[in-house]
């Protein structure tokens, strides 16, 4: 991309797996603590949004690997199916959690529930979102 620095390409290369990686971090701490997946999901997107600086619209496309739509049409629908789960299983009001306990070998016990993923479809609606703005941007700038 004509005018972006080497510097920023260079800090760019570091930053963006650190921020996703810190995006995962706060979706996972989420239903329990601050964070969840609107936050991590800006968090995300302004990794990618850093890239585009960086680089340039297509390039960050094939860094995300994903249509920006599909990301947000995948997770309205994780979002709605967490929330129908309670309804349909137990007949409890919509957006009621519910909670498993697997075992996995070599890890013991992982929990899981309904509002963790309803926070991966808020998550994926907001990267979907933000990128999608953003790119479009992009290709009005081009």
């Not at 995300?44 to 496309?61: C, I, P, V």
């Not at 860094?63 to 709605?80: F, I, P, Y």
């Not at 957006?95 to 306990?101: A, F, G, R």
Request: charged share 10%; aromatic share 10%.
């Amino acid at each position: 991309m004509i005018g972006s620095s080497l510097i920023l390409q260079t800090a760019t290369r570091f930053l963006v797996p650190l921020l996703l990686l810190f995006a995962v971090f706060l979706l996972l701490r989420g239903h329990n603590e601050p964070g969840g997946g609107f936050i991590a999901g800006l968090v995300a997107s302004g990794a990618f949004a850093l890239h585009m600086f960086a680089f340039d619209a297509s390039s960050t496309r094939k860094l995300m690997g994903v249509e920006s739509q599909l990301l947000m049409g995948s997770g309205l629908m994780l979002a709605l199916v967490s929330g129908v789960v309670g309804m349909v299983l137990k007949g409890q009001p919509f957006l009621s959690s519910q909670w498993w306990t697997l075992n996995v070998p070599g890890i013991g016990e992982l929990k899981l529930s309904t509002p963790l993923f309803f926070d991966i479809g808020v998550f994926l609606v907001v990267i979907g979102v933000v990128t999608t703005i953003m790119l479009s941007l992009a290709k009005v700038e081009e």
